[in-house]
């Protein structure tokens, strides 16, 4: 569409994506700060508002200059969201004596927005790219709803606390994390999966075109994707109750069936990353939960909950890195068999080796 629409080159397209990482990149752990020295309810606003200026810019200027700066506001926008959010939900929830239920209210907001999703590319299936404008005014609305249900959420009494220097603040959220043993397990294993998560996302149009399937099928095969992760986002919280074992046997398993589905006819192509995608999906769900469980210092929450962002954003440049060297001597399908084998390691990894000296991962909450 970015082509077609603003008749941008292939290398232009490519420029806007690498600003969006780098915006996105540099600014995840300052605005996590900006969520925890701020209202995090107005900070959420203000992504809201950040974002939609970007879509508005897209639509008014179609343009490559107008693409850079809707680009450069969105990443900013997400930035200020990351983190934050997390935040915000996991403090009013405690407001009501309600932290046990924050799995199910993350993952259920996470399939209210898989839905959104879902709706957004069967109009780009069944419309086609030349309604990128319906597509756009869609999300605008959407930013607009949204931004009018949180302004009348509470804002919740956050306690006041002492601040330091930005600096030495960010320093002391990455010594939290990583002082706690279980505080840095989840962290590592929640920015692995996403930063594998991130990658698959861009890959996935690209391996079943590899794999022969028609572009036009693409966007359906995208759609039905969204829908079995809003429905798997919707009982999450029942899949969080499940033993920290089981849920690496799931994480192999996820990795064994992309593998060996490569190779096998279409239907089991679409199964295998069907599958590895939504497993993927519903563990990231679990881990940002637990993570939020693990914190205890409220003043720097929404910044300690932007490391594993971070991290995730780095770990997706290496893979992206490596992919390209990979792509330029190998088939593309090699790729994605790449990323299989790195889940399947990383699943026996973190089978046999779990943080606390007990060995339990905690599953109960409250």
Same mark, same amino acid.
């Given at each position: 569409?970015?082509?077609?629409?603003?008749?941008?080159?292939?290398?232009? %397209?490519?420029?806007?994506?690498?600003?969006?990482v780098c915006v996105a990149l540099a600014s995840e752990i300052p605005t996590g700060l900006i969520g925890d020295r701020f209202k995090r309810k107005y900070v959420l606003l203000a992504s809201n508002v950040m974002t939609g200026v970007g879509f508005a810019t897209w639509l008014l200027s179609p343009s490559y200059w107008g693409y850079l700066f809707g680009f450069f506001m969105w990443g900013v926008g997400w930035a200020l969201m990351s983190g934050t959010y997390q935040a915000y939900l996991f403090e009013r929830l405690r407001d009501f004596d309600r932290t046990h239920e924050f799995m199910k209210m993350f993952s259920r907001a996470a399939s209210v927005t898989k839905l959104g999703m879902f709706t957004a590319f069967?109009?780009?299936?069944?419309?086609?790219a030349r309604e990128y404008n319906v597509a756009l005014t869609c999300s605008l609305i959407s930013l607009v709803f949204s931004s009018l249900l949180l302004s009348v959420l509470p804002t919740g009494e956050e306690q006041e606390?002492?601040?330091?220097?930005?600096?030495?603040?960010?320093?002391?959220?990455?010594?939290?994390?990583?002082?706690?043993?279980?505080?840095?397990?989840?962290?590592?294993?929640l920015s692995l999966l996403s930063g594998i998560l991130a990658v698959i996302e861009e890959y996935a149009p690209l391996y079943y075109v590899w794999q022969g399937i028609d572009q036009e099928w693409i966007?359906?095969?995208?759609? @039905?994707?969204?829908?079995?992760?809003?429905?798997?986002?919707?009982?999450?919280?029942? %899949?969080d109750?499940?033993?920290?074992?089981?849920?690496m +046997?799931?994480?192999?398993?996820?990795?064994?069936? @992309?593998?060996?589905?490569?190779?096998?006819?279409?239907?089991? +192509? %679409?199964?295998?990353?069907?599958?590895?995608?939504?497993?993927?999906?519903?563990?990231?769900?679990?881990?940002?939960?637990?993570?939020?469980?693990?914190?205890?210092?409220?003043?720097?929450?929404?910044?300690?909950?932007?490391?594993?962002?971070?991290l995730a954003e780095c770990i997706?440049?290496?893979l992206f890195g490596v992919s390209a060297l990979l792509s330029s001597s190998l088939e593309g399908v090699a790729v994605v068999r790449m990323i299989a084998i790195l889940v399947l390691?990383?699943?026996?990894?973190?089978?046999?080796?779990?943080?606390?000296?007990?060995?339990?991962i905690r599953t109960t909450r409250g």
């Amino acid at each position: 569409m970015l082509t077609d629409r603003g008749g941008l080159s292939t290398s232009q %397209v490519s420029s806007l994506f690498a600003l969006w990482v780098c915006v996105a990149l540099a600014s995840e752990i300052p605005t996590g700060l900006i969520g925890d020295r701020f209202k995090r309810k107005y900070v959420l606003l203000a992504s809201n508002v950040m974002t939609g200026v970007g879509f508005a810019t897209w639509l008014l200027s179609p343009s490559y200059w107008g693409y850079l700066f809707g680009f450069f506001m969105w990443g900013v926008g997400w930035a200020l969201m990351s983190g934050t959010y997390q935040a915000y939900l996991f403090e009013r929830l405690r407001d009501f004596d309600r932290t046990h239920e924050f799995m199910k209210m993350f993952s259920r907001a996470a399939s209210v927005t898989k839905l959104g999703m879902f709706t957004a590319f069967l109009l780009t299936f069944f419309l086609g790219a030349r309604e990128y404008n319906v597509a756009l005014t869609c999300s605008l609305i959407s930013l607009v709803f949204s931004s009018l249900l949180l302004s009348v959420l509470p804002t919740g009494e956050e306690q006041e606390h002492e601040r330091k220097h930005p600096l030495g603040e960010i320093k002391q959220a990455f010594r939290i994390v990583w002082s706690t043993p279980q505080l840095r397990y989840y962290t590592v294993v929640l920015s692995l999966l996403s930063g594998i998560l991130a990658v698959i996302e861009e890959y996935a149009p690209l391996y079943y075109v590899w794999q022969g399937i028609d572009q036009e099928w693409i966007p359906l095969l995208l759609a @039905l994707g969204l829908l079995l992760s809003a429905a798997l986002s919707w009982v999450g919280h029942l %899949v969080d109750a499940l033993p920290w074992r089981v849920l690496m +046997v799931l994480l192999m398993s996820a990795g064994f069936v @992309l593998y060996f589905s490569s190779s096998a006819e279409v239907v089991w +192509v %679409v199964v295998g990353m069907l599958f590895f995608f939504r497993v993927i999906a519903v563990l990231f769900l679990i881990l940002e939960a637990r993570l939020q469980h693990e914190l205890e210092d409220d003043a720097l929450r929404a910044t300690a909950s932007s490391i594993p962002t971070f991290l995730a954003e780095c770990i997706a440049i290496v893979l992206f890195g490596v992919s390209a060297l990979l792509s330029s001597s190998l088939e593309g399908v090699a790729v994605v068999r790449m990323i299989a084998i790195l889940v399947l390691l990383l699943g026996g990894v973190f089978f046999f080796y779990r943080s606390s000296s007990s060995g339990a991962i905690r599953t109960t909450r409250g």
